[in-house]
Nanobody, 128 residues
Framework: QVQLQESGPGLVKPSQTLSLTCTVSGGSIITNFYYWNWIRQSPGKGLEWIGYMAYTGSTHYNPSFKTRASISRDTSKNQITLQLSDVTPEDTAVYYC????????????????????WGQGTQVTVSS
């Protein structure tokens, strides 16, 4: 059974770049036809999709994050990385990585059921 584990700094200062890693075990990130997503949930808000890395290596982003987010992968380590630049306190959230069996778009209804596997999430606080 696939398992996803997010890791990264819990506290980031405003204007810095946030970097998070999702380590996948029990399955390969290049297996057809999976999409590896980053999603976040801010206090009092719903799930917000940031973007994905496809099994092919292509990426797709929510337009709201396109200028600040970058998703990459290390196939040798079976990891997906999110970098979010120029963070503000509004980026404070629990960040999740999740696997989907079909591509996600920004106009999809983002619910837990949309994804077949989730990490436990990692809290990120943006504060000086």
């Amino acid at each position: 059974q696939v398992q996803l584990q997010e890791s990264g700094p819990g506290l980031v200062k405003p204007s810095q770049t946030l970097s998070l890693t999702c380590t996948v075990s029990g399955g390969s990130i290049i297996t057809n036809f999976y999409y590896w997503n980053w999603i976040r949930q801010s206090p009092g808000k719903g799930l917000e999709w940031i973007g994905y890395m496809a099994y092919t290596g292509s990426t797709h982003y929510n337009p709201s994050f396109k200028t600040r987010a970058s998703i990459s992968r290390d196939t040798s380590k079976n990891q997906i990385t999110l970098q979010l630049s120029d963070v503000t306190p509004e980026d404070t959230a629990v960040y999740y990585c999740a696997r989907a069996s079909r591509p996600v778009t920004y106009y999809d209804d983002i619910t837990r059921e949309r994804f077949s596997a989730w990490g436990q999430g990692t809290q990120v606080t943006v504060s000086s």
